[in-house]
């Protein structure tokens, strides 16, 4: 009798031991949700779901959440996470991850399946520590040292083109950016040109050039055209969730030069969810918004063209950059006395100053006020 209960506890010790090691040699341990989540574990369809604002209390993610747009962002030192209600897709430090369930919005609350905070989250959970060392926020800098100037169109593009004058906008896009960057250098900004001679650049290497540069500002220049010749005026675009019909309009004509990329687009929808770039754009809103404002400010103030204002758009180029970015329409090419206008040198002279000036107030408040978080 001792003998075999000795036998069975040596048994049972080894089971152990063998259990422990297979643990250890799996590749992703399981990860077991804090005791204090057990009583906020809902069922939705089968499917255990934790609520978001529990998950980061106890976790300590820094959560900031838009109704608007149902959009969260969470960060924890380093980290960031954004996720959106309904999608299945979540960005994890810049990397997209499918989640085997989509997150949920519930009787107003967010709700994320447990399983992704176990395959996904729990790394993130482990590896940073709760407590956000102070250096990281001290490190943050609030500084715009180098901007992507876009010229719109170019080489087999002419983009818009003057009934008159026969002005190709693909032209006066590249003089005026080069007059803008030369606004912007002699105030020590770095100026990246996404074209700098008459070559076709399609849209998704045009948010490329942006995304990898390193830069702080993306702004593209276009010139308007409108089958009402008595159109004219200055108008500033930010990426927004609202469009309104002309804004529609102009969206479709732009963005048919994404057409003329051969492929390029077929090659791009395939590797990228559209709701994904806009998802990783939603933080850089309210830095869009008042760069639109700053330019068209001074546009204004410089009285060489009148300005139609602010508008809010889905522009190709302003959905796939992940830094603020703003598009210019600097004037209708449509309309005779805008033409004549584009064509003088000292007209784009001083409408550049003008929009150079904007970009540059805009560089002055945002490292004077820490992105606009001090008055
Ligand atoms: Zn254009």
């Known amino acids: 009798m001792r003998l075999n209960y000795k036998n069975y506890t040596v048994i049972i010790i080894l089971v152990l031991a063998l259990s422990l090691m297979a643990g250890c040699a799996s590749q992703t341990p399981y990860f077991k949700l804090d005791n204090s989540l057990q009583n906020d574990i809902k069922n939705f369809s089968g499917f255990q779901y934790v609520p978001l604002s529990r998950l980061c209390d106890v976790y300590g993610f820094e959560c900031q959440w838009d109704s608007y747009i149902k959009t969260a962002i969470l960060r924890k030192g380093s980290h960031k996470i954004v996720i959106r209600t309904d999608s299945d897709r979540v960005l994890v430090d810049g990397s997209i991850k499918k989640a085997s369930r989509p997150v949920l919005l519930d009787t107003g609350a967010v709700y994320v399946p447990i399983s992704f905070v176990r395959e996904?989250?729990?790394q993130l959970i482990k590896s940073a520590p709760i407590e956000k060392p102070p250096v990281l926020e001290e490190v943050r800098k609030y500084s715009?040292?180098?901007?992507v100037l876009d010229p719109g169109h170019g080489g087999k593009d002419p983009g818009a083109i003057g009934r008159r004058g026969h002005l190709k906008e693909k032209d006066v896009t590249l003089r005026l950016a080069r007059k803008i960057k030369d606004v912007l250098e002699a105030s020590g900004v770095r100026v990246i040109m996404?074209?700098?001679?008459?070559?076709f650049i399609p849209?998704?290497?045009r948010a490329d050039i942006a995304n990898k540069?390193?830069?702080d500002l993306f702004v593209s220049v276009h010139i308007n055209a409108s089958r009402s010749r008595l159109m004219r005026g200055f108008e500033c675009y930010h990426l927004s969730n609202a469009t309104d019909d002309n804004a529609r309009v102009l969206?479709?004509?732009e963005d048919s030069s994404l057409r003329m990329g051969e492929g390029a687009e077929a090659e791009h929808s395939s590797q990228l969810d559209k709701a994904l770039w806009d998802m990783a754009l939603t933080e850089n809103r309210l830095e869009s918004a008042e760069l639109a404002s700053y330019v068209c400010d001074s546009v204004d103030q410089s009285f060489t063209?009148?300005?139609?204002?602010?508008k809010s758009a889905r522009f190709y180029v302003l959905k796939h950059t992940h830094i603020p970015a703003v598009l210019l329409e600097a004037g209708y090419i449509s309309n005779r006395y805008e033409e004549a206008k584009l064509?003088?040198?000292?007209?784009?002279?001083?409408l550049a100053s003008a929009i150079g000036g904007g970009i540059l107030k805009y560089k002055r408040e945002y490292e004077r006020t820490e992105g606009f978080t001090k008055k």
Request: glycine fraction near 6%; aromatic fraction near 6%; proline fraction near 6%.
């Open 213 to 215: 540069s390193g830069a």
């Open 251 to 253: 969206e479709a004509f």
């Open 194 to 199: 996404t074209r700098d001679s008459d070559v």
């Open 343 to 350: 064509k003088d040198p000292s007209f784009i002279d001083k």
């Open 144 to 147: 715009i040292k180098t901007i």
């Open 203 to 205: 849209l998704p290497k």
């Open 305 to 310: 063209i009148s300005n139609k204002g602010i």
């Open 120 to 122: 996904d989250l729990a």
